[in-house]
């Protein structure tokens, strides 16, 4: 009756890792880190993703009050920016690549061309 897409959550893909192809599923995954600050007093804020994109957790800035907030995007959280960070795992599509090869097989006879005199 439904035809339900059942889609790869790459959970056994590990945070640790910058990319990996998923065990699940075979596709190449990309581990993007993120945390969000207040653009006033550069404070850290609890990152969670909503709608595919990292946010605050808070609707505003508990030490400045600012609605606003910046995204910056690292390599991987330190110890102390991993109570604050968050990861988006995504999918990279890979193009097959488009290469042609040709040879010529050699019959077992060589023909040489004669000399020309200068």
Partial sequence: MFLFKKTCRHEKIS???????CPDCGEYVVNRWFVTRCPICGKRH??????????PADKFCQNCGCQEFTVE????PDVVSINYATYISEVV???PAQTINAWVENAGKINFLPMLPA
Avoid at 15 to 21: E, L, P
Avoid at 49 to 55: D, L, M, Q, R
Avoid at 73 to 76: L, N, P, V
């Fill in 15 to 21: 945070a640790s890792i910058k990319s990996g192809y």
């Fill in 46 to 55: 609890i990152t969670v993703i909503k709608n595919g994109k990292p946010v």
């Fill in 73 to 76: 995007e690292i390599d991987y």
């Fill in 93 to 95: 599509k890979q193009s």
